[in-house]
């Protein structure tokens, strides 16, 4: 079975923090991705990665950062975090080619007081 | 910008009853995920469909994709009480790198006794 593990299943941090959440894959997968996932308005996209060092901007990358230095793991990075990244954040992983799935981990809730 | 529709957002269906999800997006795309996701738990795939016309089905599931009416439908026979999840679809125009998937906000699915 695939598997994307997530480091922490629940994170309390304090405004202006920085917040390190890590994802792990053990398929050998290329691309690697990050969302955020909010009440009434589904996942959004982060940030993706589809190689090592590689990595390209989502829909909502402002007060993000990632970090990709081996394949298998993908670092999400809140550099100053904020009450308003409080909020469910899943990571994901698929090939590089082909059509299957994603696979998600089974997320982190993070929240910043 | 791809916008990916889903309605409704909320359902309450009776046990033993039928009904259908309906997935609208916005650009052209020939592939389109739906996926299952319960209570504090993480997104499990449900079903790819790759083509237009694709059907696929498991158990009391079934989803069709319209590529050219740019429209899925995740459709529900003889409802019971484990299908209550909340249901994504997902669309992506990456040319199947999977780079990036847009999802709909959800479906809460409650199914009643």
């Known amino acids: 079975d695939v598997k994307v593990t997530q480091s922490s299943r629940y994170l309390v941090k304090r405004t202006g923090e920085k917040v390190f959440l890590e994802c792990v894959q053990d398929?050998?997968?290329?691309?690697m991705f990050w969302y955020r996932q909010d009440p009434g308005l589904g996942l959004r996209l982060i940030y993706f990665?589809?190689?090592?060092?590689?990595?390209e901007k989502g829909d909502i990358p402002e007060g993000y950062s990632v970090s990709r230095e081996k394949k298998e793991r993908f670092s999400l990075i809140l550099e100053s975090a904020s009450t308003n990244q409080t909020s469910m954040y899943l990571c994901?992983?698929?090939?590089?080619?082909?059509?299957?799935?994603?696979?998600f981990g089974q997320g982190t809730r993070l929240t910043v007081v | 910008e791809l916008k990916v529709e889903q309605n409704p957002l909320f359902l309450s269906m009776q046990e033993g009853k039928n009904y259908t999800i309906y997935c609208n997006y916005s650009?052209?795309?020939?592939?389109l995920y739906w996926y299952r996701q319960d209570p504090g738990k993480s997104l499990e795939s449900l079903f790819v469909?790759?083509?237009?016309?694709a059907v696929k089905q498991e158990g009391r599931l079934m989803a069709s994709l319209d590529t050219k009416a740019r429209l899925s439908t995740l459709h529900i026979t003889a409802a019971v009480h484990d299908l209550s999840a909340t249901y994504f679809c997902?669309?992506?125009?990456?040319?199947?790198?999977?780079?990036?998937?847009?999802f709909g906000k959800g479906t809460l699915l409650t199914v009643n006794p």
């Open positions: 994901a992983s698929s090939p590089g080619t082909g059509w299957t799935s994603a696979f």
């Open positions: 398929m050998d997968h290329e691309n």
């Open positions: 990665s589809y190689d090592v060092k590689m990595k």
């Open positions: 650009t052209t795309s020939d592939r």
């Open positions: 469909l790759l083509s237009n016309g």
């Open positions: 997902a669309v992506d125009i990456s040319g199947g790198s999977n780079y990036k998937l847009t």
